[in-house]
C-alpha cells in the first residue's frame, strides 16, 4: 500500500502522515480558527424572575408569622395570658370550684376495682379568673375560635380518651371534657389531659394535667340464703375482721347473733305443728321493690321463729311471685299477713284501684295485718333481717313475746351492728312509715300515711 509523503513546509523534513506538528523545527501544521463567542444568555430576565419569588416568599412567611402568633405552652395545669390589655389566668382542675380566683389541679388520682376494667373519670375543666378573684369566663370564650382536647398513652397503651367536650351552661367552668379510662391492657398508669386552646389573633395556649389510675382491692362477701342467720355470712364478718384488723369486734357480732336467734328459738322451740299459726309474708324485695304477690316459701325469720308458712308448694327456694289466683286460693289459710314496708309504695295504687283486693284474705277482714321494715330493696340491711325475725315472731306468738318492746330490739340490734341504737331514726324515716306496727286496714293504703 502506497502513502503519499508529506514534508515539514518550514524545514521540509519528512514528517509522518496526520501529523499536527513538525518534531524537527516545532511548527505548528494544524489551521488556527478564531475562537468564536458564546451566545449571550437571558440572565437578566430570569435573575428577576428569581428575585421576585423570593421577596414573595419572604413576605408570605413573614404574614403567615404574623398570623400564627404566638403560642404559649404552661407544661401545667396553670397559666396566665395577656392580650389586649386584659389579663386571663386559666386553671385546669377535675374539682368543682366554688368561685374565683381558681386553683389548678396537676394530678387527679383515681381509684378503680380490681375486676373494673373502664369507667369516667371526673369532668376536666378550664377556669377562668383575671388573676385576682374576678371571674372572666365569657370574656376568655369571645376570644377563642376552637379548642381541642388530647391525651398521652403510658408505656405506649391508651389509657385514657376523651368522651365528650362542651362548654358547660350550668358551670362556672369555662370549657368542660369528660375523659374515660380503658384498662384492659394496662391496670395502673397515668395519662395526660392536654388542652389546646386557638384564639382568634393566632395565640395558641398549651396546659395539662394528670389522671393516675390505682387500683383498690376487691373483697366479695357471701351471705348465703339464710341471711343474717348464714355460717357464710360469719364468714364474710370474719374476714372483714381480719382485713380491718378488728377480729375480736367481728367475733363479738358473730356470737351476738347467735344468742339473738337462741332468745327467739327458746321462747318457741315446743310449739307443736298444728299450733303454729300460718303466716302470709308479702312484698319481698328482690332486685328492688315488689308487691304483694312478691313471697317466699322458705323465709328464714319464718323457720327461726318456729313460724308457720302459709306458702309451701313453689318450685324454687328464694324470693318470688306467685299468680293472683294462687293469692286468691290462700287467703282463707292466712292467719295474719306481714306487709314489707318497702313494696307499700308499689301496693298503693293497686289498692286505689281495686279497695277488694284483699277482701279474699281472712288475716284482712280480722285486722291480722301488719307492717315489718324493708330488709332487701336496693339494699340489703343484715340488722333489719334480724329484727324482723323478732317481729315476725312477737306476731305469731303475741303471748310468748308480750314482754318484747320493738323499739327496744331495734336499738339493741342496731347498736351491736352500727355502734349505736338508731330506733328513732329508723322509725322517722319516710318509707318506714312509722316503723313495726299493726296496720289498719281500713286506712293503711288509703290517703297520704300508705
Known amino acids: 500500500m502506497n502513502f503519499e509523503e508529506k514534508h515539514c513546509p518550514h524545514c521540509g523534513a519528512l514528517l509522518v502522515e496526520n501529523a499536527s506538528f513538525c518534531p524537527y523545527c516545532e511548527s505548528v501544521l494544524i489551521e488556527k480558527r478564531p475562537a468564536e463567542m458564546p451566545k449571550p444568555k437571558r440572565r437578566r430576565r430570569i435573575t428577576a424572575a428569581i428575585l421576585l419569588t ?34 386571663f389566668h386559666l386553671a385546669l382542675s377535675f374539682e368543682s370550684q366554688g368561685g374565683a380566683p381558681f386553683f389548678g389541679q396537676p394530678l387527679f388520682t383515681v381509684e378503680v376495682r380490681e375486676d373494673q376494667v373502664r369507667g369516667q373519670v371526673s369532668s376536666s ?47 362556672n367552668a369555662a370549657i368542660e371534657a369528660i375523659p374515660s379510662y380503658h384498662t384492659e391492657q394496662l391496670k395502673e398508669g397515668e395519662g395526660d389531659v392536654i388542652w389546646t386552646i386557638y384564639h382568634k389573633n393566632g395565640d395558641t395556649l398549651r396546659l395539662r394535667h394528670t389522671v393516675k389510675i390505682t387500683r383498690v382491692p376487691v373483697v366479695t362477701l357471701m351471705s348465703g340464703p339464710d341471711s343474717v342467720f348464714d355460717e357464710r355470712f360469719n364468714e364474710s364478718v370474719r374476714l372483714l375482721g381480719t382485713i380491718f384488723e378488728e377480729s375480736e369486734k367481728a367475733e363479738a357480732l358473730i356470737g351476738f347473733i347467735a344468742a339473738e336467734r337462741a332468745g327467739i328459738e327458746a321462747r318457741t322451740a315446743d310449739i307443736a305443728e298444728e299450733d303454729k299459726p300460718a303466716i302470709y309474708i308479702c312484698g319481698l324485695g328482690n332486685w328492688g321493690t315488689t308487691n304483694h304477690l312478691m313471697t317466699a316459701q322458705d323465709y328464714v325469720s319464718f323457720r327461726v321463729a318456729n313460724v308457720k308458712n302459709v306458702v309451701s308448694d313453689l318450685g324454687a327456694p328464694g324470693a318470688q311471685p306467685i299468680e293472683a289466683e294462687k293469692f286468691v286460693a290462700l287467703g282463707e289459710d292466712m292467719d295474719a299477713m306481714i306487709f314489707d314496708a318497702a313494696a307499700v309504695k308499689n301496693i298503693k295504687p293497686l289498692y286505689a284501684e281495686d279497695p277488694t283486693m284483699f277482701d279474699t284474705c281472712r288475716a284482712w277482714r280480722e285486722g291480722e295485718a301488719y307492717l315489718q321494715l324493708a330488709y332487701n330493696a336496693y339494699y340489703t340491711n343484715y340488722e333489719i333481717a334480724l329484727i324482723n325475725t323478732w317481729f315476725a315472731a312477737k306476731t305469731a306468738y303475741p303471748d310468748r313475746f308480750e314482754d318484747v318492746d320493738m323499739t327496744e330490739v331495734t336499738d339493741r340490734v342496731t347498736t351491736a351492728f352500727l355502734g349505736k341504737p338508731l330506733a328513732e331514726e329508723i322509725y322517722a324515716c319516710p318509707n318506714s312509715f312509722g316503723g313495726y306496727q299493726k296496720i289498719d286496714t281500713a286506712a293503711f293504703f288509703v290517703g297520704t300515711q300508705g
Do not use: M, W
Open 125 to 171: 375543666r378550664v377556669f377562668v379568673d383575671n388573676g385576682g378573684g374576678v371571674d372572666k369566663k365569657n370574656e376568655f370564650l369571645a376570644l377563642v375560635d376552637h379548642y381541642e382536647v388530647t391525651t398521652t398513652p403510658c408505656d405506649g397503651i391508651t389509657l385514657l380518651q376523651i368522651d365528650e367536650t362542651c362548654i358547660p351552661t350550668n358551670s
Open 54 to 87: 423570593a421577596v414573595l416568599l419572604v413576605t408570605l412567611t413573614a404574614v403567615g408569622f404574623a398570623n400564627r402568633g404566638k403560642i404559649i405552652d404552661a407544661q401545667g395545669a396553670e397559666l396566665t395570658y395577656e392580650t389586649d390589655g386584659q389579663t
